[in-house]
């Protein structure tokens, strides 16, 4: 068994690694959470895959050049998410999805000039924390599933951060900013 090239099984496993770093990767900041899950399962994920191809190659050289395909997919898979993230396709192909819910979130936070701990869907962001900004920006955070964090968005038409609780920031697009502030951790 572990001389054959890698089955479903494995091949769904990697997949699955890999869809939930691009899912993080999707968010305003990179959480610590992405980094910490990219190196364990990339290690564990890395070792099976060793062994049997060493199980393989003792047993059978002939059975990964026959197969190559199957025994290279995985690598096949991590490349394909690696140069995604190196990129930022997730975060720009989330963002751009979410936007027109972002703008009308933002503008209904600006317009109201509070702050609220509602949490919602606001496109495909989760946020729990909406804050009106002067200049007729808002704030919020993106809080997603099994994170939770003080990183978010600016939308500030006016060019105008929020004050004392915003440590870095930098510009997505128009009126757009991510930003990351202080987790107390």
């Known amino acids: 068994m572990l001389d054959k090239p ?7 496993a990697f997949t699955l690694a890999g869809l939930v770093a691009l899912w993080w990767a999707s968010a305003p900041y990179m959480y610590v959470e992405f980094a910490l899950w990219a190196y364990c399962s990339g290690v564990i994920l890395g070792l099976i895959w060793t062994v049997r191809a060493v199980a393989a190659l003792i047993r059978d050289a002939d059975a990964i050049r026959d197969r190559k395909l199957r025994w290279f997919m995985p690598w096949i898979i991590v490349c394909g998410v690696v140069v995604a993230v190196s990129i930022d396709a997730p975060f720009r192909v989330r963002f751009a999805l979410s936007e027109s819910a972002l703008i009308a979130h933002a503008q209904t936070v600006a317009q109201s000039g509070d702050a609220s701990g509602e949490c919602r869907k606001v496109g495909l962001y989760p946020t729990c924390w909406s804050e009106a900004i002067p ?5 919020f955070t993106v809080d997603d599933p099994g994170i939770r964090t003080s990183a978010g968005f600016i939308w500030s038409p006016a060019g105008q951060m929020p004050e004392g609780v915003v440590e870095r920031f930098y510009p ?9 502030g202080w987790d107390k951790w």
């Open 135 to 139: 200049g007729g920006g808002a704030w």
């Open 6 to 12: 890698p089955g479903w099984p494995l091949l769904t």
């Open 172 to 180: 997505i697009t128009g009126p757009w900013y991510a930003y990351s």
